[in-house]
């Protein structure tokens, strides 16, 4: 079974937690393959909040309506991907861009339903370049920052957020305190977001495998 297989296998098991009204959506190819499910279901859903514009186009081109977090209120389900998850469910995220929507629908939902495939799942997180997104003019600032807290910060040359700012992707951190690091950083000024999602973790982790997928709570 390939990677891709993997995501889609999770992505499809994601669907049993749809449960009608707005749905939080996240961003990447395992969220695209949730998408192209969801699609399949879209008369069962009022339609969706999105955390990228990526994912708004792939939406509205499946005909599922997209609404603006500000006029939803709180959204019931959440289902997003992620570049890795510990046993606790937290999580690297923003190897696509797009963490701070992401962490923001996270945080206005009541359930956050992660898919991924096996591979994400690893004991510390930190081998996956840890993203950051910066105000363009903090970013060599904040990148002295990052060095002091003993990561080695590399700008993501030609990539522009949709909010307009950069991303830092932190190599060689060993997160062994992922909520502490996730203040730690989150209070360095010019830091829009960081990739750590521990403060609000996921609630469910659906792991695509060879086997099947795989479901863990924390
Ligand atoms: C985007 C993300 C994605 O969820 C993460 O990068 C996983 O992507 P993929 O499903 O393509 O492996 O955080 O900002």
């Avoid at 890795?84 to 999580?91: A, F, I, P, V």
């Avoid at 359930?111 to 840890?130: H, M, N, Q, T, Y």
Wanted: glycine share 12%; net charge negative; with cysteine.
């Amino acid at each position: 079974m390939t990677q891709d297989e993997m995501k889609r296998a999770a992505a499809e098991a994601a669907i049993e937690y749809v449960d009608g009204g707005i749905i939080g959506v996240g961003t990447g190819s395992t969220v695209n393959h949730f998408i192209d499910a969801l699609a399949r279901i879209k008369g069962r859903i009022e339609g969706a909040v999105s955390s990228s514009e990526a994912s708004t186009e792939r939406m509205k081109a499946h005909g599922i309506p997209v609404y603006d977090l500000n006029s939803t209120g709180g959204l019931a389900l959440y289902v997003d991907g992620a570049d890795e998850s510990n046993k606790y469910l937290q999580l690297i995220k923003g190897g696509g861009g797009a963490l701070t929507r992401e962490k923001i629908v996270a945080g206005a939902s009541e359930r956050f339903v992660c898919i991924a495939d096996e591979s994400k799942l690893v004991d510390v997180l930190g081998e996956f370049p840890l993203p950051v997104e910066v105000i363009p003019m903090a970013r060599s600032y904040v990148a002295r920052e990052l060095v002091k807290l003993g990561g080695t910060p590399v700008w993501r040359e030609d990539f522009v957020t949709d909010n307009g700012n950069l991303i830092l992707d932190v190599q060689g951190l060993r997160i062994m305190e992922p909520a502490k690091l996730e203040q730690r950083i989150n209070a360095i000024p010019g830091v829009v977001t960081v990739g750590i999602f521990a403060l609000r973790p996921a609630d469910l982790l659906i792991l695509g495998t060879p086997n099947g997928p795989r479901t863990i709570e924390p």
